[in-house]
């Protein structure tokens, strides 16, 4: 089984450090919700809604943000411009060591 590690920063500050499996199709958003973090994910990771906005805090490359996740953020509260939905970044490889921060509950 592959696994990467992801930091999630909760909206404490804390810094989480999560070992991610790489063979279950995955997101961010159930990767959090597996670890108990505060992260709703209301929509079930349907880019519906946004409670699992995150900011991107590294480097990291991420695949092109959809209609559908740019549309849900456009009507998200906390939005910056490395803002990205938790449901629409799946756990891969490519992600490793990937840094996140939780958004503020609106």
């Given amino acids: 089984m592959g696994e990467i590690k992801v930091t999630i920063i909760d909206r404490e500050g804390i810094a989480h450090e999560l070992e991610a499996p790489t063979d279950m199709n995955m997101n961010i958003m159930e990767l959090c919700k597996a670890y ?21 805090e590294s480097e990291t490359v991420l695949s092109e943000q959809s209609d559908a996740e740019l549309d849900m953020l456009d009507q998200a509260f906390f939005v910056k411009s490395n803002s990205r939905l938790g449901c629409q970044i799946h756990i891969s490889d490519d992600i490793d060591g990937i840094v996140l921060r939780l958004a503020p509950e609106a």
Avoid: I
């Fill in 36 to 56: 108990e973090l505060p992260v709703l994910g209301e929509c079930g990771g349907m880019a519906m809604c946004a409670t699992c906005q995150c900011y991107l």
